[in-house]
């Protein structure tokens, strides 16, 4: 069984967390977070006193197979030097980029996957910590 991970940027410390516990009010809704701090101290926030943004793990892997360490909200860079953002698309992962005077989003194909490998793509941030990446582009 593949286990969902996910991470969380608290936008008031502008500090980026693993997550190891989420919360579910009756709707389904995210009522809080567990996490771990720097020290390996676990705390748990609840998402209306705090501004968190919770960021999933693509499992995306490397041509060896190995786990590529993008998060959904991660910023891209491979060849030509266009920054893309990971987003959750329609049927999983995706990503979106400024191009030609517009925003555009692709679905994350097998090619387009093999493509941003070849093209030896890294994360250069994100886009709570980083958003002038995308926006220097436009």
């Not at 996910?6 to 967390?17: C, G, S």
Request: no cysteine; net charge negative.
């Amino acid at each position: 069984m593949t286990r969902i991970k996910f991470r969380v940027f608290d936008v008031k410390t502008a500090t980026m967390y693993p997550v190891i516990d989420i919360a579910f009010d009756d709707r389904g809704n995210v009522e809080g977070v567990g996490f771990l701090d720097a020290n390996g101290t676990g705390h748990y926030w609840e998402v209306a006193d705090r501004e968190l943004k919770l960021m999933q793990f693509t499992r995306l892997k490397n041509k060896n197979g190995k786990d590529l360490n993008w998060w959904v909200g991660d910023i891209i860079r491979g060849q030509p030097l266009i920054p893309l953002e990971i987003i959750e698309h329609e049927f999983g992962v995706g990503i979106r980029y400024f191009a030609d005077g517009a925003w555009r989003s692709e679905q994350m194909t097998e090619e387009l996957h093999d493509q941003l490998m070849e093209e030896n793509a890294v994360v250069i941030g994100n886009v709570w910590e980083q958003p002038e990446l995308l926006e220097a582009k436009q």
